[in-house]
């Protein structure tokens, strides 16, 4: 069924009134780009034409509250040479927001294209920060990984700062869990915090001597792998049952999403807490209708990915044509947090370092699996 899509895809994007949610024109029209390496035979050319779908479906619902979008799509291979060549070919000068592109090879080229003609540039899946130097119209969607890092260990301080912070070393290389280490030891020194180290091979006296029985324990790992995690449940439920007084939680990655379906009860039994970006509730009657629509539009379930991708360009979409329909291109930057949006994966949360740049998606929630197994989301106050 993919193929047969991307086959009327491209034949029908500027003219068919499905695709391009034409209609008589409402008080401000958005014109919108979108620029992505559709036609690509491979997974991530799927689920970048499952995230545009998803954004045609927010096209959709904006059109039944009076907003018009013209919606202009191309595929941008992935290469320098073939941006430049599709921005020389193509007209797109006119718009008011473009989205892309998903290779950062091609990201200065787009940036300085936008820069020129005074678009806002949305950037979905590249998180280089350094391209948003001066530039003070783009927005990155996925923050760096060091920046997502700090949020989570603002959860940590706030959340969780009478408890007693347990580091697990678990012998393997991994540059994500290296760097949260770093971090977390060198944000609770700072505050005059001590972490505890403990090695996953450790004995139970190690285990006993690294956790307090006085206090609530958090216990992080230097890995988000699987093998890692299965690991640490297992040495953690032995030693609860040896040790049933001791108050044990579990923080970890937003990786640890994709293993829910192997590790659901363990996590509600450890009390886990993970950070995220972003969630989708299973249980939600909105998504499942969302998941019923994007199934009666496209004739076929969307993909199993953490996160979804038609979800992500519904959201995304959604907010960014909804503020330039309401405050304009000239105020919608003025107007960021004010955006009536109500997002079912990717909350947003847009922050500038400096005035003269561009803005970074800085949510971050925690994603709390309880004991009495339940889910609960926490989120900071802005």
């Avoid at 979008?69 to 430049?84: K, L, N, P």
Wanted: hydrophobic share 40%; with cysteine.
């Amino acid at each position: 069924m993919l193929r047969t899509f991307l086959a009327t895809l491209f034949s029908l994007v500027l003219f068919s009134p499905q695709l391009s949610a034409q209609q008589p024109a409402a008080p401000r029209a958005v014109r919108m780009g979108v620029l992505l390496p559709f036609k690509e035979k491979t997974a991530r050319g799927a689920k970048m034409v499952e995230f545009y779908q998803g954004m045609l479906m927010a096209v959709d619902s904006l059109k039944h509250v009076g907003v018009y979008i013209d919606v202009q799509a191309f595929h941008t291979g992935s290469s320098a040479s073939e941006m430049d060549q599709l921005l020389a070919s193509h007209s797109l000068s006119d718009c008011d927001v473009i989205f892309g592109p998903l290779d950062a090879a091609q990201l200065p080229i787009l940036a300085d294209y936008c820069d020129l003609h005074s678009v806002h540039l949305v950037v979905p899946f590249t998180s280089l920060a350094t391209q948003l130097i001066g530039r003070p119209r783009h927005y990155l969607i996925n923050a760096p990984r060091a920046r997502v890092q700090q949020e989570a260990l603002w959860y940590i301080q706030d959340q969780f700062a009478d408890y007693n912070l347990v580091l697990v070393e678990t012998n393997e290389s991994n540059e994500e869990g290296q760097a949260f280490g770093e971090q977390l030891r060198t944000a609770a020194s700072q505050r005059g915090v001590y972490v505890r180290p403990l090695n996953i091979e450790a004995d139970d006296m190690a285990f006993q001597q690294a956790f307090n029985q006085q206090h609530k324990n958090l216990v992080l790992l230097n890995s988000p792998s699987l093998k890692a995690i299965n690991h640490l449940s297992s040495k953690l439920k032995d030693f609860r049952r040896q040790y049933p007084d001791y108050q044990i939680a579990v923080f970890g990655y937003p990786a640890w999403q994709t293993y829910t379906q192997q590790l659901l009860s363990d996590f509600y039994l450890l009390d886990t807490y993970v950070y995220s970006t972003f969630y989708r509730n299973p249980l939600s009657q909105r998504c499942e209708n969302f998941d019923r629509q994007f199934m009666q539009w496209f004739h076929s379930p969307m993909a199993t990915t953490f996160p979804r991708y038609a979800l992500m360009g519904f959201d995304v979409a959604y907010f960014f044509l909804r503020g330039l329909s309401i405050y304009g291109s000239d105020r919608l930057q003025e107007q960021l947090t004010q955006v009536p949006a109500y997002p079912y994966q990717h909350p947003l949360y847009f922050e500038r370092t400096n005035e003269d740049d561009g803005y970074v998606n800085s949510f971050v929630q925690l994603i709390h699996y309880t004991p009495l197994q339940s889910i609960e989301l926490i989120t900071r106050n802005r």
